[in-house]
């Protein structure tokens, strides 16, 4: 059975970077789609960046565009998610995510059955 799971959390200081791993136990090659999500309090879940494993093919949120690049590895799934110039609005927990058919930009949380367990990020002033 795919498992996903997160690590790479923290709390930084606004201007700071953080490097988040999502590492995919029993990795198969059924998985065309992984993505980063994000929630934070009393606010809905928003997709960050998502990545095709086929083309590494890859889409981002407008508020991370030129501060977050997602890529994978493609022998073991491993999907990293590096954040630069974090900000106080970065700050959530984020989730990984993963889906056997290909999203439409970076897909809605009811697209991606597989999730991990979150890992918390924390931007201060």
């Known amino acids: 059975q795919v498992r996903l799971v997160e690590s790479g959390g923290g709390s930084v200081q606004a201007g700071g970077s953080l490097r988040l791993s999502c590492e995919v136990e029993?990795?198969?090659?059924?998985?065309?789609?992984m993505a980063w999500f994000r929630q934070a309090p009393g606010k809905e879940r928003e997709g960050v960046a998502r990545i095709f494993t086929g083309d590494h093919d890859t889409a981002y949120a407008d508020s991370v565009v030129g501060r977050f690049i997602v890529s994978q590895d493609r022998g073991e799934g491993t999907m990293i998610l590096r954040m630069t110039n974090l900000k106080p609005e970065d700050t959530a927990i984020y989730y990984c995510?993963?889906?056997?058919?290909?999203?439409?930009?970076?897909?809605?949380?009811?697209?991606?059955?597989?999730w991990g367990q979150g890992t918390q990020v924390t931007v201060s002033l």
């Open positions: 995510a993963a889906a056997r058919r290909r999203v439409p930009g970076l897909g809605t949380p009811a697209q991606y059955p597989l």
């Open positions: 029993n990795y198969n090659y059924d998985i065309n789609a």
